[in-house]
């Protein structure tokens, strides 16, 4: 298959909260891979995964506001309005095979996602969350309400960011705001129990992620009555940049097994 990447993608999909990094020549039935970015995440950090599946689904990344070329724009600050902003971004694509892929905070978003369009009879064929405990395990900590060291030294612990970057002012000064923002949204989230999701669910996580355990990931299995599979990798919590092949090929599979649902 040809893959080809050019700056228009990123701007033809009409929505500033959807990112369309490459195109490719692949079957009109193809899947949709809608990505979730994790908390102070951007779409640019999946470009490496947008590029390797091209071939196999049109992948869309998430941009949310107050970072890159949204820089100054205000992030909602609780996963339903951030749920409300994607969900409408998403409307043009409703009527394609979707499958949701949320990396830590970008899980929950996916699986709030997925229980909304559940309900609207427009579910996705697939739901993939990595990188974040059961949410019958609320979210621990106010990290949101605490100095900007504490919330960068968070930031810092689960190693996605590269230190000196950290310690730059104006690097600080860019990201806070919506680092903040995003760790509101997370931190004030609970569970609001409900039916059983009929969405098939893929769950990969690190098998040393300090924020998200192997037992803690495996409960995410309780919230689907539809099929269920579970892979952990090396790595800590950005463990999906550290195996990055082993990634790929695990979302290729469930692209695979997803159209056959």
């Excluded at 970008?106 to 369009?117: I, K, P, Q, Y």
């Excluded at 609207?120 to 621990?140: C, D, H, K, Q, W």
């Excluded at 900590?141 to 960068?152: F, V």
Aim: glycine letters at 8%.
């Amino acid at each position: 298959m040809t893959i080809a990447k050019t700056t228009r993608d990123l701007r033809t999909t009409g929505s500033p909260w959807i990112r369309r990094f490459h195109t490719a020549v692949r079957p009109q039935d193809a899947p949709v891979l809608v990505v979730l970015p994790h908390a102070g995440g951007n779409a640019s950090f999946y470009f490496p995964i947008s590029r390797d599946l091209a071939p196999h689904a049109e992948v869309l990344t998430v941009q949310y506001p107050g970072r890159q070329d949204r820089f100054g724009e205000p992030s909602p600050e609780t996963v339903t309005g951030l749920v409300d902003e994607v969900e409408r971004a998403l409307r043009p694509w409703l009527g394609r095979p979707l499958v949701l892929f949320g990396h830590s905070m970008g899980a929950v978003l996916a699986f709030e996602l997925t229980r909304r369009l559940e309900r609207a009879g427009t579910a996705p064929r697939g739901l993939v969350l990595s990188g974040r405990r059961s949410p019958l395990l609320p979210e621990e900590g106010n990290t949101h309400i605490e100095g900007d060291d504490a919330l960068l030294a968070r930031l810092g612990e689960l190693s996605g960011t590269d230190p000196q970057l950290l310690a730059d002012p104006d690097f600080r000064e860019l990201i806070l705001p919506s680092l903040r923002s995003d760790y509101k949204a997370i931190e004030t989230y609970r569970y609001e129990p409900g039916p059983l999701l009929s969405t098939p669910v893929s769950v990969l996580c690190g098998q040393s992620d300090p924020r998200a355990s192997l037992a803690g990931s495996m409960d995410w299995r309780q919230l689907t009555g539809a099929a269920f599979t579970f892979r952990s990798f090396p790595g800590g919590h950005f463990y999906l940049a550290e195996q990055h092949d082993a990634v790929v090929r695990a979302l290729t599979e469930d692209l695979s097994a997803f159209a056959g649902t």
